[in-house]
């Protein structure tokens, strides 16, 4: 499902929460909290979920899932990763953008040479970076900021990154 651009990864199920079937629920949204009111959402398998949210946790949520009712229905959904359409959600905001529309685009220098593809795009607190997979080489992993990615062109299937030459390194051309 990941490479299904009409669905958007919404959360994550990290594992059970308590005795009743209830899953320990990471949220991806913007506003973490508003995951439920996108639901029902789909798994890789194609389940679907409708979600409520029980109570806030550290890093989470506590959440009850449609049809799960034991803790061991739910402890075998850890790693799940749930989806909704495209469709149900808001259009980002102007320089704003689901991470799912940055995988895949072709990452090129502010001289036209490509670099390579985004791979991924992580969050680890600080602001997003991006992972541009390199054929032959490691990933080079930039800041997701005006300055190091100073165009987006989502239609055009490409961004422009302008990182600072230290995350370059000896990389070979």
């Given at each position: 499902?990941?490479?299904?651009?009409?669905?958007?990864?919404?959360?994550?199920?990290?594992?059970?929460?308590?005795?009743?079937?209830?899953?320990?629920?990471?949220?991806?949204?913007?506003?973490?909290?508003?995951?439920?009111?996108?639901?029902?959402?789909?798994?890789?398998d194609g389940r679907s979920f409708d979600i409520r949210i029980v109570?806030?946790?550290k890093g989470a949520f506590a959440a009850r899932l449609s049809g799960v009712t034991t803790r061991e229905?739910?402890?075998?959904?850890?790693g799940t990763r749930l989806y909704a359409?495209?469709?149900?959600?808001?259009?980002p905001e102007e320089d704003?953008?689901?991470?799912?529309?940055l995988i895949g685009l072709t990452a090129i220098d502010t001289g036209g040479t490509e670099i390579g593809?985004?791979?991924?795009?992580?969050?680890?607190?600080?602001?997003?970076?991006?992972e541009i997979r390199i054929p032959g080489q490691n990933a080079l992993l930039i800041p997701f900021t005006l300055a190091?990615?100073?165009?987006?062109d989502i239609a055009g299937g490409r961004i422009v990154i302008d990182p600072p030459a230290e995350i370059l390194g000896d990389r070979d051309d």
């Amino acid at each position: 499902m990941p490479a299904d651009k009409s669905l958007v990864c919404l959360g994550a199920i990290a594992g059970a929460w308590g005795v009743r079937g209830d899953v320990r629920l990471k949220s991806f949204c913007a506003d973490p909290a508003s995951i439920a009111e996108y639901a029902p959402l789909t798994s890789e398998d194609g389940r679907s979920f409708d979600i409520r949210i029980v109570k806030a946790i550290k890093g989470a949520f506590a959440a009850r899932l449609s049809g799960v009712t034991t803790r061991e229905e739910a402890e075998e959904l850890k790693g799940t990763r749930l989806y909704a359409p495209r469709a149900r959600l808001p259009e980002p905001e102007e320089d704003e953008f689901y991470h799912a529309d940055l995988i895949g685009l072709t990452a090129i220098d502010t001289g036209g040479t490509e670099i390579g593809r985004v791979g991924a795009v992580m969050d680890h607190g600080a602001g997003d970076i991006l992972e541009i997979r390199i054929p032959g080489q490691n990933a080079l992993l930039i800041p997701f900021t005006l300055a190091t990615v100073p165009t987006v062109d989502i239609a055009g299937g490409r961004i422009v990154i302008d990182p600072p030459a230290e995350i370059l390194g000896d990389r070979d051309d």
